[in-house]
């Protein structure tokens, strides 16, 4: 969500493919001194050309540093997927048809359309209060990863869904927006009673449409996410260029401390599938690192928003190839998966020639 140093670095990234063409956004870490920022750009569609493919996509970027004039052109290579401890099982997926292509476009461009009419809202009530806004804006950040688990743990119920790697995931993403929610308390934010109202029931009914659009549409949900938690990467961004010397000068408050730096950070790490685990481990000094970490966490969500929209496509960091054989992988019933209530339901019906296997 938000970005600060003394020289920011915006790099535009054009992933060019036969299929399609992808935008994402990365923040700046300690492993790499580069900010890639994804964009809801209801153009672009999430089908990587070969999530699970070997070999590396070539992807050129745009360096713009603020106070220079000079434009460099860099290049890097890495995998469209989710980190990885060993090589994937799944199968390539099947290039998308022009009605799919149509479909993605129709469903990113509604997400867009309500992403920015919510953004309006927040603008118009919340333009010079910050820590409100921050209260009501993670309120309704993790309420998706309760909708998440909520149908997948109804799948599961159903015997449709035997995928653990998700539920991890999404629960690990509900704790630490969690945690953000309380740090924006113990700022202050939760002060007045009609923000608390005005959160509660947008996070009420922001849950109900979730749920239903993740049954119809999960990658059309994850999207949504995605415009979410992009939208709160650039408001923390945001805040940080504008208040980062003041931020330098306040405490960081004691849930920040304890969360980013003690006990099991197991949680920590496994919401941030592109990494590795234990690669990041924040620094918190003042309340300038504490919304440093809260922006370079919602980047984290963006880009695994980013990688869920591909059916099958996420792991948990710290899935081993031979936990594979044991959990997702072991039998057909334990990889039985689906992509919305439709599919899972045509699953569930027994086609007539499994019928008459039964019967041999």
Same mark, same amino acid.
């Given at each position: 969500? !938000?970005?600060?140093s003394?020289?920011?670095?915006?790099?535009?990234?054009?992933?060019?493919?036969?299929? @399609?063409?992808?935008?994402?956004?990365?923040p700046?870490?300690?492993?790499? /001194?580069?900010?890639?920022?994804r964009?809801?750009? /209801?153009?672009?569609? =999430?089908f990587?050309?070969?999530?699970r493919?070997?070999?590396?996509?070539?992807? #050129?970027?745009?360096?713009?540093?603020?106070?220079?004039?000079?434009?460099v052109?860099a %290049?890097e290579?890495?995998?469209p997927?989710t980190?990885?401890h060993?090589? %994937?099982?799944? =199968?390539?997926p099947? *290039?998308p @048809?022009?009605?799919?292509k149509?479909?993605?476009?129709?469903e #990113?461009?509604v997400n867009?359309?309500?992403t920015?009419?919510?953004?309006?809202?927040l603008?118009?009530?919340? +333009?010079?209060r910050?820590?409100?806004?921050?209260y009501v804006?993670?309120?309704?950040?993790?309420?998706?990863y309760?909708a998440?688990?909520?149908?997948l743990?109804?799948?599961e119920s159903?015997g449709w $869904?035997?995928?653990?790697?998700?539920?991890k995931?999404?629960?690990?993403e509900? $704790?630490?927006e &969690?945690? +953000?929610?309380?740090i924006?308390?113990?700022?202050?934010?939760?002060? $007045? $009673? *009609?923000?608390?109202?005005l959160?509660? +029931?947008?996070?009420?009914?922001y849950?109900? &449409?979730?749920?239903? &659009?993740?049954?119809?549409?999960p990658? &059309?949900?994850?999207?949504?996410?995605?415009?979410?938690?992009?939208?709160?990467?650039?408001?923390?961004?945001k805040?940080?260029?504008?208040?980062?010397?003041d931020?330098?000068?306040?405490?960081?408050p004691e849930?920040?401390?304890?969360?980013?730096t003690?006990?099991?950070l197991?949680?920590?790490?496994?919401f941030?599938t592109?990494?590795? =685990?234990n690669?990041?481990?924040?620094?918190?000094?003042?309340?300038y690192?504490?919304?440093?970490? !809260?922006?370079?966490d919602?980047?984290?969500?963006?880009?695994?928003m980013?990688?869920?929209?591909? +059916?099958?496509?996420?792991?948990? =960091?710290?899935?081993?190839?031979?936990?594979?054989?044991?959990?997702?992988?072991?039998? %057909?019933?334990?990889q039985?998966?689906c992509?919305g209530v439709? %599919?899972?339901?045509?699953?569930?019906? *027994?086609? /007539?020639s499994?019928k #008459?296997? #039964?019967?041999?």
């Open positions: 969500m !938000i970005l600060a003394s020289s920011s670095t915006v790099f535009t990234i054009s992933s060019s493919s036969s299929a @399609t063409k992808t935008r994402r956004y990365i700046k870490t300690p492993q790499s /001194p580069f900010l890639f920022k964009n809801c750009n /209801p153009t672009s569609l =999430p990587p050309p070969s999530t493919s070997t070999k590396p996509c070539s992807v #050129q970027a745009t360096v713009l540093k603020e106070n220079e004039d000079e434009k052109v %290049e290579s890495f995998r997927s980190f990885t060993g090589p %994937e099982a799944s =199968p390539q099947s *290039p @048809t022009e009605l799919d149509w479909v993605v476009k129709l #990113q461009s867009v359309f309500l920015d009419s919510v953004v309006t809202i603008d118009a009530l919340y +333009h010079d910050d820590y409100a806004r921050f804006l993670e309120t309704i950040a993790r309420v998706p309760f998440f688990i909520s149908v743990h109804l799948y159903f $869904w035997r995928r653990s790697d998700y539920i995931v999404h629960f690990a509900s $704790w630490n &969690m945690h +953000h929610l309380l924006m308390e113990d700022l202050g934010g939760n002060s $007045w $009673w *009609p923000d608390r109202f959160a509660q +029931h947008m996070a009420f009914f849950y109900i &449409m979730t749920v239903l &659009m993740y049954a119809l549409s990658r &059309m949900a994850y999207h949504f996410s995605e415009c979410v938690e992009n939208h709160a990467f650039e408001t923390y961004d805040f940080i260029k504008a208040r980062g010397e931020l330098k000068k306040m405490p960081a849930v920040a401390v304890k969360y980013y003690e006990g099991d197991f949680l920590f790490d496994e941030q592109s990494r590795a =685990p690669s990041r481990r924040p620094k918190i000094e003042n309340l690192d504490v919304f440093m970490n !809260i922006r370079d919602e980047a984290e969500h963006c880009k695994t980013g990688a869920c929209q591909t +059916h099958g496509n996420l792991r948990s =960091p710290h899935s081993y190839p031979e936990d594979a054989s044991g959990d997702d992988f072991g039998s %057909e019933f334990r039985a998966d992509e439709a %599919e899972c339901l045509d699953k569930s019906v *027994p086609s /007539p499994s #008459q296997k #039964q019967n041999i």
